[in-house]
């Protein structure tokens, strides 16, 4: 859970929670007011601190939105369109669109950060085995050649020295790698970093499945296709993908149709222009954007699970060759003094 300078924000797992749950309580014909009541005296400390104040606002006479405002902890996309659903009368389908929103979005950050983690534990792990290695193991193989009165030389007398001075130039290693890593850190923050991650394919996956999502969030709680695009636009953290819904925007306002637009400016690829025309035909445009939403995220969990089914026996290829080499390059020279003692 994050924390902002003056309150709780809420994670998206925990905002889809809070949305389904309203949905419920309004489907149950149960007010607002007492549905947050019951959520404050059943959650943690946090959570429920954050419940007892919309409960105030809400006895205060202010609106639900006006009181999930109040908190700080809901993001403005999500106060914008309970605000649309108070307005309308839908608030209940707008909550349980919000829960499916915020669902993915859970979805998509779980998604990032195990395409990140997994592959960086592996290669630590290889690391510290190759340490471990070359600092404990080769030490020993020194002493060896040293009791038989042998020199070594080539590949192994480089391993020694470098176990010798195994703290200095782990020292200069850390240092590298502290370096390499603050640079990757600033380069991909800053707008040429982010624009060269926006143009990979999983990235392009992610912001396809996002806009697809809240597409299909703002028509089904009865915006149009312009004002859905703007919604999009506005929550889009890719500007490669904002520049072409900007291009959309501007052929539909010189009488281009939706569908049009979208297919030219290829927000989509091509696989997803025959679900586009069938929305277009039957007027399903919000159902299609919520499966092309589920397709897209399904397409960068596979591509993941590619990345992670191919890293995962390389880094154990490599390890071993590595391995390997320093072993034989100790071995065969032991070999060839042991058969000679003997």
Same mark, same amino acid.
């Given at each position: ?124 792990? *290889? +690391?510290?085995?190759?340490?471990? /290695?070359?600092? =404990? ?6 002493? &060896?050649? !040293? ?86 636009? *506005? +929550?889009?953290?890719?500007?490669? /993908?904002?520049? =072409? ?6 052929? &539909?306002? !010189? ?88």
């Amino acid at each position: 859970m994050a924390t902002s300078n003056n309150s709780i924000v809420l994670t998206s797992d925990e905002i889809t929670e809070f949305c389904e749950q309203i949905a419920l309580v309004i489907k149950a014909g149960i007010s607002t007011y007492e549905g947050v009541s019951i959520l404050a005296d059943h959650s943690p400390s946090e959570l429920s601190d954050i419940f007892k104040l919309i409960c105030e606002r809400l006895d205060c006479g202010d609106s639900f939105s006006e009181a999930l405002t109040e908190t700080g902890a809901f993001p403005d996309y999500m106060l914008h369109m309970v605000n649309l659903g108070e307005q309308t009368g839908t608030l209940e389908h707008v909550m349980d669109s919000l829960s499916n929103y915020y669902r993915r979005e859970a979805n998509i950050k779980s998604s990032i950060k195990h395409a990140v983690t997994y592959p960086l534990v592996m290669t630590i792990l *290889m +690391l510290v085995i190759l340490f471990i /290695l070359i600092g =404990k193991v080769l030490p020993v193989f020194k002493h &060896i050649y !040293e009791e038989l009165g042998a020199e070594l030389t080539g590949v192994s007398k480089t391993m020694v020295d470098l176990s010798s001075n195994m703290s200095t130039y782990l020292i200069v290693f850390l240092v590298i790698v502290a370096v390499i890593g603050v640079f990757a850190f600033f380069y991909f923050r800053s707008d040429s970093g982010k624009a060269y991650l926006n143009k990979k394919s999983f990235f392009m996956d992610i912001s396809r499945s996002r806009f697809a999502s809240a597409m299909a969030l703002a028509l089904s709680s009865g915006f149009d296709t312009d004002e859905g695009l703007s919604i999009a636009g *506005m +929550l889009s953290e890719n500007a490669v /993908l904002r520049d =072409k819904i900007t291009n959309c925007q501007a052929m &539909i306002k !010189e009488g281009e149709s939706f569908l049009n637009s979208i297919l030219s400016n290829e927000i989509f690829d091509r696989r997803s222009s025959s679900m586009l025309h069938v929305g277009d035909k039957t007027g399903s445009m919000d159902k299609v954007m919520k499966e092309l939403a589920d397709e897209y995220q399904n397409l960068a969990n596979s591509r993941i699970d590619r990345l992670i089914s191919w890293l995962e026996p390389i880094l154990v290829i490599v390890l071993c060759v590595v391995i390997g080499f320093i072993l034989l390059a100790f071995l065969v020279p032991l070999l060839s003094i042991m058969s000679a003692l003997g």
